[in-house]
Each structure stands twice: as C-alpha cells, then as structure tokens.
C-alpha cells in the first residue's frame, strides 16, 4: 500500500475538489451567495479572521478536516503540548508554549517542573528591567543608562526588534531617556553606525545567541567591547556595568566575560525563532515594562488554549494552516504577501518570513524520504500602503497568483494624543482601513468591483480571484500581538503535520556558515587560490585578493 501524502484518500478527495472548482472565480461565490462573510470568518479574543475571500466553498473545510485527521493533527498536538520530543532530528521538546504559562501553572518535563524555572527568568528580568528603567542600573562611570543595544541574529533579533517597534504605543516613560537599539548585520556597518551616535558612558549592550557561539553576534559584540574599552580605558567593572548576556551556553558567556549576575538563561527545548517570550524578550520589555510584557504571554497563551481546545472548524490556527495547505498543495499557489495596513508593524513581515520559511522549507520529510509536493510557499511582505506602491502591480495585473494576508487593526491606541494631534491619528488610520478593505475587495472580485469595467482598456482591466484573508485586530495592544504572534505560531506547527516534517530544526542554514569559515580562512590567507573551488568561487575569490596599491 502506497503511504505516500499524495496518495492518501483525504489528500486525493481534496485533489478532485479543486479540480471541479477550477474555473470558478471568487465574485461568482460573493455574488451566489450574500452570506459568505458570515459563514466564513471566525472570532477569537481580539482578532477577528476573515477568509470569506479565500477560494473555498462549503464543501472544503470538511474535506481539509478529514486531511488533518487522516494526518493525526490530534495526536501531534497533543505531543506537541506534552513535552514530547516533536523536535525529532535533535531529539528536543519544542516548548515555547511553556513560556508563557501562568505562574501557578506545573508544566513537568522528564519529572521537573521547567514552568518554576521560567518564572525565575522572568523575576531576573524584571530585577534588571526595574534597575535600568529606574535609573539605578549605572555605567562604569556612574551614569544613568540610556541608550540599550541588543546584540543578535535571526530569532534573537527578528522577534524582539518586530515587538518592540510594534508597540510603540505602548513604551513608558522614564526618568531618563531610555532608547532601545538592534544590531545583526555581520559586516559591522549597523553596529558601528550605531555606536557613533551613543555615549559609552550611558549604553549598556544586550549579547542574545542561544549557542553564545554564533559568529555574526560575537563579531558585533567584540566591537561594541572595543569602543568601550578605547572610549572608556580598562575599568574595573567595565563589563559587569555595560554588558548582559542571554543564552543556553553559561559557561561561554563567562568565559566572554559576562558576570554571571547579569547572565539570563535560555533552554534546548527553545528554538531561538520561538524564543521572544524568554529572556531573550529583555529589550521588549526594556521598552514596555514588565507588566505589559506579561500582557504579550497572557495574549500568547490564550491563543495556546484556543488552539488546543477550540473545535477544528472553530479553531483559528487550524483554520489558517489548512487553508494554506489548500492555496498551496491544491491550488498551486507558492507565494504568500504579509501585508499589514499599520506602520508599527513593519518589522512583522521579516518575522513571519523566519517564522514560516526556516519552519517549513523543508523538502525531505520525518522519515527522511524527499518528499514529492510543495511545502512552505515563498513568503514576504511589507507595510501595505508602501507595498500599494512597490509591487501591488503584480499583485493585480501580473502573471503570478498570490495568496495575502492582510493585517489591520480596527481602533489605534491613542491615549498619549489629544485635540489636534488626536484627530489627526484617527485620520490617518481611517486612510489605512479604508485603503486595506479596498484592495482586499479589489484583488478578490477584479472587475467586478470596477464601475463600467467592460468599457475600459485590457490594460486597465483587473483579474481579481487573487485569495486572501483578513486579520482584523481590535486594536494594537500588547495582549493582541500575543495572540496574533501565536496564531501564526501555530499555524505553522498545522502545516508541518499536514506535510509531515519536522518544523523545528533549520539544518539548511548550518553548512552554507560552515564552508564560510574556510572561506574567511581563504580571504585571510593570502593570495592562493584553492585548486579544488568552482570557477565561479575561485574567480571572485580571486578579484577580492587584488589588494589596492
């Protein structure tokens, strides 16, 4: 019997369905039928889900359900929320679900409570957030610190640079100016841009690897150790004043000089692109405070026991994942667009390429066969109104289908405006609504949402059947952003069962550093260039060596 995905009886009922409705377009379903949006979106807590533009009909979820099943969603799930080591290539738990547990909440992992040492972190974080943001954490010198720098790559950056940009909203207050800074770039030009505008003598850096092993931070780290020290000489507690170190690797961050007083931990069962609800969530809540950052794991975890406990044709994260399947496997379509309709969530669509791609872009499945159908689709994005004006061209007038997500929230925060300021916040987010419904609307129904559009040009003509979904927010908070971060968390976790691999390691980014070591040695060594390298290496190789006279 042939155990293949594509040859399984739930994956091939979903095969002929799509083919019977091939030649259907997405303003004949709207115009059949006045209560599609009705019966298709879904609401959960803060965020209200729209996939009434999604090429689906009535017959389609049950027969995404039955996949799922057939699939052993169930199973995987409860796995997954047991402590079971899902993550199978290194034999690890994947447990950033734990991280945003309730205090009083035991979560047992081969027979120790790892929930006690979570909420450990957490109360060392919130010692060091309550230091610095109270202006008793001082530089060397004795001054207040102002300026903090997080140091890190991929999920040490992507997801603490997304949040804190995104709840902008919601930083407070200090005594002291108190401003938040990324840098990742290996090639240094971020970093020392950075440390041209900041006062040694007020900047305290945050070093966050996992490993405390990767090149591109300890790069960047070791420059911003060597401004401190050229700025400010060899002090006496130069680096216990301006430096904290988030990891898994204790012993490296000592070794780095790292005092262990102001080391935070991390865990295996953490991957580092499910990682901001730990310690490595520091510059967040740095910018927010610690009660609002306790707001994102209350978001977070809500969107954990939905997921668990909410019905399939309920259940947001099931939903999401299995329509994605749909789009991809059954439609054909491999390019999805992040489009959020609010500047404060710019960062998103780089967070949510690392979250989907370096999950799913897998093509060898858990029983280590090359699988024979599409996985994760090419996902990007932008802020939509830039995006309006950068490729909703191809979007609407192109050759190439594309699934979207649209991410909008309906209300804008905004207690620190009032009057004039205030009014003019409330029109500018209106702009935003208005213009993320009407392109929604327009790449759905095409010429349908055209006035006279038989009477124009070809060229001025519009396809539509373009699918989409809607995630409307009530508004930007803390506790919203939990969730929505969740959600997609999760979603991710659906498709992986669905496509049977393992979304938890990221073994195709190791060799591509590993042959970079050798290269950098080849860089370094002087003017030779290997015999054994391709053509094309060995002549760029080549060209770097020419040194300048």
């Known amino acids: 019997m042939d155990t293949r995905l594509p040859q399984k009886a739930a994956w091939r009922a979903l095969v002929d369905h799509a083919e019977q409705l091939r030649g259907t377009h997405l303003a004949d379903l709207f115009a059949a039928d006045a209560q599609r949006f009705s019966t298709l979106h879904r609401e959960f807590g803060p965020i209200l889900f729209d996939f009434s533009k999604q090429r689906v009909v009535a017959d389609t979820l049950p027969l995404l359900f039955e996949l799922a099943a057939e699939q ?115 090639d240094g030009s971020q970093v020392s841009q950075l440390l041209g505008g900041l006062n040694p003598h007020a900047t305290l850096f945050i070093i966050s690897s996992k490993s405390f092993s990767t090149i591109d931070t300890l790069s960047n780290a070791a420059t911003a150790r060597g401004w401190l020290e050229r700025e400010l000489g060899d002090l006496p507690g130069l680096l216990r004043c301006h430096f904290v170190g988030v990891s898994a690797a204790a012993e490296r961050m000592t070794e780095w000089g790292i005092d262990p007083a102001n080391q935070l931990a991390l865990w295996d069962w953490v991957g580092g692109r499910f990682s901001l609800w730990s310690a490595i969530g520091l510059p967040i809540a740095l910018a927010i405070g610690m009660p609002a950052f306790g707001e994102l794991l209350t978001g977070a975890h809500e969107m954990d026991e939905h997921f668990r406990q909410a019905p399939w044709e309920d259940n947001l994260p099931v939903l999401m994942g299995l329509i994605g399947i749909w789009n991809t496997n059954m439609l054909g379509i491999n390019a999805h667009a992040v489009l959020p309709y609010d500047g404060r969530l710019k960062e998103l669509p780089n967070y949510l390429e690392q979250l989907e791609m370096e999950s799913n872009g897998k093509s060898v499945n858990l029983a280590g066969e090359t699988v024979d159908y599409a996985t994760c689709p090419i996902v990007w994005g932008t802020i939509g109104p830039n995006a309006q004006h950068a490729f909703y061209q191809l979007l609407h007038q192109g050759t190439e289908a594309v699934t979207c997500d649209f991410i909008v929230p309906a209300r804008r925060y905004q207690e620190a405006q009032h009057g004039e300021a205030a009014a003019e916040l409330l029109a500018q987010h209106e702009l935003a609504l208005a213009n993320c419904l009407a392109q929604s ?42 969730a929505l971060i969740a959600l997609y968390e999760h979603k991710v976790f659906v498709q992986s069962v669905i496509w049977e691999i393992n979304p938890f390691d990221q073994w195709g980014v190791e060799m591509g550093k590993r042959i970079a070591v050798d290269a950098l040695a080849q860089i370094r060594g002087g003017n030779t260039v290997p015999a054994e390298l391709d053509s094309s290496s060995a002549g760029l190789l080549a060209r770097i060596l020419i040194r300048p006279t």
């Open 72 to 186: 052993g969603l169930t199973e995987r799930m409860s796995e997954l929320f047991s402590g079971a080591p899902v993550n199978v290539s290194e034999g690890r738990a994947a447990m950033h679900w734990a991280l945003r547990l309730p205090a009083e909440r035991e979560c047992l992992l081969e027979g120790e409570d790892v929930n006690q040492q979570i909420q450990a972190q957490l109360q060392r974080m919130e010692d060091i957030v309550r230091k610095v943001r109270g202006g008793q954490w001082r530089g060397v010198t004795g001054e207040i610190i102002t300026d903090v720098v997080n140091i890190g790559v991929g999920g040490s950056d992507l997801g603490p640079l997304m949040v804190t940009e995104a709840l902008t909203d919601w930083r407070l207050s200090t005594e002291s100016p108190l401003r938040v800074h990324f840098a990742s770039t290996m």
């Open 441 to 482: 609307r327009l790449l759905a129904l095409g010429d349908a949402a055209v006035p006279d559009a038989d009477s124009l040009p070809r060229n001025r003509r519009y396809r539509g059947n373009q699918p989409s979904s809607t995630l409307l927010l009530d508004e930007l908070t803390p506790r919203s952003l939990g």
